[in-house]
């Protein structure tokens, strides 16, 4: 197996769409990981998209092409090696959280004060609030509360 790796993009999405739709751009997103055997999280967050891609490299840029490059706006905050996937049960989670929920989640009252300060965020507060959220979607999505695409026993669910 190659090294893992994941990457971190973000993108401002038009002032007249709504998180809602974003479906299209999610569904689009689910189905590329599953082609290329990859897992990740979307957030949208105050008009803007965070979307996190893991798997092999190799993988995480063939679906880098597919979704991501020839978006306008969307650009990489981050890419490094990881030692082992954040969200390896999932196709692709997604989570809509208001930019006053998200500071203080990452205990940071002022980070995003203005619409333009979330299209600044540092790479590791990106990480960070992805980290955190997906794992509250995990144990929301145990509880039945949420349903998320996931993946099951090495084969793709739903």
Do not use: C
Request: aromatic letters at 6%; charged letters at 30%; proline letters at 4%.
């Amino acid at each position: 197996m190659e090294d893992l790796i994941h990457v971190i993009y973000i993108g401002a999405v038009a002032p007249e769409i709504s998180e809602h739709e974003t479906a299209e751009f999610l569904k689009e997103a689910r189905k590329a990981n599953r082609k290329h055997d990859i897992s990740g999280m979307m957030l949208y967050l105050g008009g803007s998209l965070l979307l996190l891609l893991e798997g092999e490299a190799h993988k995480v840029d063939a679906a880098i092409r597919e979704i991501v490059i020839g978006r306008p706006g969307m650009r990489a905050l981050l890419r490094e090696p990881v030692a082992e996937r954040e969200f390896p049960d999932w196709v692709m989670g997604f989570e809509a959280v208001a930019t006053e929920e998200a500071a203080r989640l990452l205990g940071e009252p002022l980070v995003f004060d203005s619409a333009g300060r979330i299209a600044h965020i540092e790479p590791r507060s990106a990480k960070t609030l992805l980290s955190i959220l997906g794992r509250r979607r995990w144990q929301s999505d145990r509880s039945g509360m949420f349903r998320a695409i996931r993946r099951t026993s090495g084969a793709r669910a739903r």
